[in-house]
């Protein structure tokens, strides 16, 4: 089994919603720092969210903020990604990220993960 899987990616309107999930495995949920890290076409990696596994505080940078929300997930070691009030250019890949050890909820360098997903596309036009 893959460490992380995503799941949700679609296509919205804009204004519309999409709720994404991510299952980890292999390895102590508790430990990890989840993020949602995405990547448009023709631009660079860009940080969404973080959750820390350990004491569920989350950090969310400014673009996104108020719109959505990182959260447990229903099912065991999920973390999910409420996306409402989505705008155009939210469309991108959208991945799982997560950092061991459970260090501090910031926007990660790329460099600083330690394992990702495979992706997910969430696509937002009218």
């Known amino acids: 089994e893959v460490p992380l899987v995503e799941a949700g990616g679609g296509l919205a309107q804009p204004g519309g919603s999409l709720r994404l999930s991510c299952q980890a495995s292999?390895?102590?949920?508790?430990?990890?720092?989840m993020c949602w890290v995405c990547q448009a076409p023709g631009k660079v990696l860009e940080w969404v969210p973080g959750?820390?596994?350990?004491?569920?505080?989350?950090t969310y940078p400014d673009s996104v903020k108020g719109r959505f929300t990182i959260s447990r997930g229903n099912a065991e070691n999920t973390v999910s990604l409420q996306m409402n009030n989505l705008k155009t250019e939210d469309t991108a890949v959208y991945y799982c990220?997560?950092?061991?050890?459970?260090?501090?909820?910031?926007?990660?360098?790329?460099?600083?993960?330690?394992?990702w997903g495979q992706g997910t596309q969430v696509t937002v036009s009218s």
């Open positions: 990220a997560a950092v061991v050890y459970g260090p501090p909820v910031k926007a990660f360098r790329q460099n600083e993960y330690d394992y």
């Open positions: 292999g390895f102590p949920f508790s430990s990890l720092t």
């Open positions: 959750i820390s596994m350990g004491d569920d505080t989350t």
